[in-house]
T-cell receptor, first 114, second 111 residues
Framework: EAEVAQSPRYKITEKSQAVAFWCDPI?????LYWYRQILGQGPELLVQ????????DSQLPKDRFSAERLKGVDSTLKIQPAELGDSAMYLC????????????FGPGTRLTVT | GIQVEQSPPDLILQEGANSTLRCNFS?????LQWFHQNPWGQLINLFY???GTKQNGRLSATTVATERYSLLYISSSQTTDSGVYFC?????????????FGKGTKLTVNP
């Protein structure tokens, strides 16, 4: 069964360092999403790609976060510099075409900033 | 934007018991998803259900779109059912559509 892949699964970094997460969506899925989930809450969308284009990055803290999906397939989310408040679960998801289509999630990256 | 409320926030059951989780949403939706977040943090798809009823083993879900709610039923609960259950609906904000999640129901099934 096709799955969304993410790496690393866990990351511990010191504040002010740079960190990057990678996501490979289900083959054929045009839309890719990065979510952030703080403990005790539901996931919140950071950025949404349609193929290689950003559709929605209104909740992405652009002073420190960046995201790319250069060839419209896999994607990288970067944080530079990391802050203590960035400690969270970072989830990647994909869907066939639109946000209303069924979204499938990867295993996530649990980030701890010390 | 749309508001999604889940109840109860916490639920503790003995193995074998049945339960009903509720998801209310504030506006009309064209779809709804239920997820189970396992102890390792991964969101597992349970149901993709805009309306009507679907069943998958011991789990079933019903969405009544006209009344803006969905129910997730878990029968004969097992310890492996423990975790957080989320519902999510698509919402159009600022010209783009995105999935909005509730805060979840934390289920604990004791042996």
């Amino acid at each position: 069964e096709a799955e969304v892949a993410q790496s690393p699964r866990y990351k511990i970094t010191e504040k002010s360092q740079a960190v990057a997460f990678w996501c490979d969506p289900i083959s054929g899925h045009a839309t890719l999403y990065w979510y952030r989930q703080i403990l005790g809450q539901g996931p919140e969308l950071l950025v949404q790609f349609q193929d290689e284009s950003v559709v929605d990055d209104s909740q992405l803290p652009k002073d420190r976060f960046s995201a790319e999906r250069l060839k419209g397939v896999d994607s990288t989310l970067k944080i530079q510099p990391a802050e203590l408040g960035d400690s969270a679960m970072y989830l990647c998801a994909s869907s066939f075409s639109r946000a209303r289509d069924e979204q499938y999630f990867g295993p996530g990256t649990r980030l701890t900033v010390t | 934007g749309i508001q999604v409320e889940q109840s109860p926030p916490d639920l503790i059951l003995q193995e074998g018991a049945n339960s009903t989780l509720r998801c209310n949403f504030s506006d009309s939706v064209n779809n709804l998803q239920w997820f189970h977040q396992n102890p390792w943090g991964q969101l597992i798809n349970l149901f993709y259900i805009p309306s009507g009823t679907k069943q998958n083993g011991r789990l079933s879900a019903t969405t009544v779109a006209t009344e803006r709610y969905s129910l997730l039923y878990i029968s004969s609960s097992q310890t492996t059912d423990s975790g957080v259950y989320f519902c999510a609906v698509p919402s159009t904000q600022g010209g783009s559509e995105k999935l909005v999640f509730g805060k979840g129901t934390k289920l604990t099934v004791n042996p």
